[in-house]
């Protein structure tokens, strides 16, 4: 099967509630980085967007736990949009 265009990379804060992802790449500094790596956000590794309002804090399913991020943290986690955005969560 072939990879999706790279249009298809979008910062993690705009996937809609169920819609799936995988890690890419994290854009931030040192510190960022490190914390998101703690969190489990590695790259390739599979995300479900949980709860997404558009504004405020979103819920994503990372390994297995729900994570809450602020919409700034959300927007330096590149993730690519997989399958048909009705995911389990």
């Known amino acids: 099967m072939a990879l999706k265009p790279n249009n298809d990379v979008v910062p993690l804060s705009t996937l809609a ?4 992802g995988i890690v890419r ?6 510190h960022f980085v490190s914390r998101m790596v703690a ?6 590794v599979p995300v479900v967007m ?3 309002f558009g504004r405020g804090p ?17 927007s330096k986690v590149l993730v690519q949009r997989e399958g048909d955005g009705h995911g389990t969560a």
């Open 25 to 30: 790449s994290l854009n931030g500094g040192h």
């Open 50 to 52: 949980v709860q997404n």
């Open 17 to 20: 509630p169920q819609e799936r």
């Open 39 to 44: 969190l489990g956000f590695t790259p390739g």
């Open 58 to 74: 979103m819920i994503v399913l990372v390994r297995g736990c729900r994570i809450a991020l602020g919409r700034g943290e959300g």
